[in-house]
């Protein structure tokens, strides 16, 4: 059985392998997969009880404390069971992260920014850089990953390509999509205002330790829509150019 100190160890590994020592990679889409798998078939339930565990240790104990005897025992199964699938922590905690941004992935349907005025494409996109819209715990997580940048990089970097970079760049895109229809002012700085509206749901959560307002997204809209938007006065239309316009 292995010892605490060899768990740490297995976690300061910078090969990005997933389960059985193989490569976790991400689609051409940008989602996440987790890799096919040789030999015999496994109960899928118990590693999808497994990742839970996981992922409810990286929030609540951080990944410097978090042990895979503690996941073990959480999901109900042996350590034997948990290191059949993973080597050590840094490859569990790999798969932990894609197994949260699949579920994030799944429930998420593209922007019909042909049936939205200006305005509800650019709140219902505000509202989309919520890292908790999907699971409450995803504050937490960053904070655990922020934290541990110096020490595991490869773990902070996987956060911002695969978490924050996707929903970023969904919401320059809606922003870029508005300025091409005249939505937007053509001199409006996108990037300052992705970071703001991205940076206001982590900036909330550091000044009052809660998770995130019913209210906050209606509030950064009514902000920042009027620096945002063209000077001219003209009936709502479809945000994505269609019908309406002329």
């Known amino acids: 059985m292995r010892s605490r100190r060899n768990e740490t160890a297995g976690g300061r590994r910078r090969q990005h392998s997933g389960r059985d020592g193989q490569r976790t990679v991400a689609s051409a889409s940008g989602q996440p997969q987790i890799p096919h798998r040789g030999g015999r078939p496994r109960d899928p339930a118990v590693e999808e009880a497994i990742l839970a565990a996981a992922r409810h240790r990286l929030a609540a104990d951080g990944y410097a404390r978090m042990t895979l005897g503690g996941i073990a025992a959480d999901a109900g199964v042996s350590r034997p069971t948990l290191y059949r699938r ?63 940048a110096e020490r595991e990089p490869d773990l902070f970097a996987l956060v911002r390509e695969q978490g924050s970079k996707p929903r970023c760049e969904e919401f320059l895109r809606t922003l870029r999509r508005l300025q091409g229809t005249g939505a937007v002012r053509a001199d409006a700085d996108l990037d300052a205002a992705v970071t703001l509206c991205h940076g206001s749901y982590f900036g909330g959560y550091l000044r009052t330790g809660r998770h995130t307002p019913h209210d906050l997204a209606d509030r950064i809209v009514a902000l920042l829509w009027p620096a945002l938007r063209t000077n001219v006065l003209a009936e709502p239309r479809p945000a994505g150019g269609g019908p309406g316009h002329g």
């Not at 509800?120 to 995803?138: H, I, M, N, Q, W």
């Open 86 to 148: 993973w080597p050590g922590k840094y490859e569990l905690t790999v798969d932990t992260l894609h197994y949260g941004l699949s579920r994030r992935h799944e429930s998420r349907l593209p922007l019909d920014l042909d049936t939205m005025t200006p305005l509800e494409a650019f709140a219902e996109a505000v509202r989309r850089l919520d890292p908790c819209d999907v699971d409450p715990c995803a504050m937490a997580l960053h904070g655990t990953f922020m934290a541990e």
